[in-house]
């Protein structure tokens, strides 16, 4: 029979707009966070991290919060740009030294001209 | 990107064959991971290596074999696999000293299996 793919959440969004990415967590003991971007074709690259005991970080037109109390984290683009066409992927840690993330299915972000 | 090489990174294989995945890492990181990627499941940990030693299997099915012969290199060993292994293979690598974990990610090997 035909295979059933991963349902990816589809976010579009007009360039120069801000964006957010959501991300729900399953594990309250969970201490460290990444946001991973992955273009086709490519392996996931860091865009930022954050710690249990922050619930704010800000990078560079980015910017992660993360609320303990619901287990949710998000992602949040500034002014995005077409360059920013890709699939995000939250991963929480759950292991020594992150050696075991847990990754999220993923959110496709699609920038419209 | 050149941080972490994978190779091949395309490779079509038949359920009899044995085949090997490369991973070299040129960060002097002292952690190694393989990952599984597929259109089903979220990106899925199999196998780690800190310091060279094995420290997580995941209940990766035997056909499936790592190999850390230094910090630098990694190897997965493939034999008599199943269709549904066909995903592309990630490899990773992480300084597990400090209080940041960030893993460096190779291209990925696509793996069809026939």
């Known amino acids: 029979g035909e295979s059933v793919g991963l349902h990816l959440p589809t976010l579009s969004v007009q360039e120069g707009d801000n964006s957010i990415i959501n991300c729900a967590y399953s594990?309250?003991?969970?201490?460290?966070f990444i946001w991973y971007k992955q273009e086709s074709g490519k392996g996931p690259q860091f865009i930022i991290d954050?710690?249990?005991?922050?619930d704010k970080r800000q990078g560079q037109r980015v910017t992660v919060l993360l609320n303990k109390t619901v287990k949710h984290l998000s992602l949040q683009i500034a002014a995005t740009q077409p360059g920013d066409s890709a699939v995000y992927f939250c991963?929480?840690?759950?292991?020594?030294?992150?050696?075991?993330?847990?990754f999220g299915p993923g959110t496709r972000l699609s920038v419209l001209p | 990107e050149t941080g972490v090489t994978q190779t091949p990174r395309h490779l079509v294989m038949g359920m009899t064959n044995k085949k090997s995945l490369k991973c070299e890492q040129h960060?002097?990181?002292?952690?190694m991971y393989w990952y599984k990627q597929s259109a089903k499941k979220p990106l899925e940990l199999m196998f780690v290596?800190?310091?060279?030693?094995?420290?997580e299997n995941n209940s990766v099915p035997s056909r499936f074999s790592p190999e850390c012969p230094n910090s630098s290199h990694l190897f997965l060993h493939l034999h008599t696999l199943q269709p549904e292994d066909s995903a592309l293979y990630l490899c990773?690598?992480?300084?597990?000293?400090?209080?940041?974990?960030?893993?460096?990610f190779g291209p990925g090997t696509r793996l069809t299996v026939t």
């Open positions: 990773a690598s992480s300084q597990v000293s400090g209080s940041r974990y960030e893993q460096y």
């Open positions: 594990n309250s003991a969970s201490d460290y």
């Open positions: 954050i710690r249990s005991n922050m």
């Open positions: 991963a929480e840690n759950r292991g020594r030294y992150g050696q075991n993330f847990v």
């Open positions: 960060l002097g990181h002292n952690a």
């Open positions: 290596y800190s310091l060279e030693e094995r420290v």
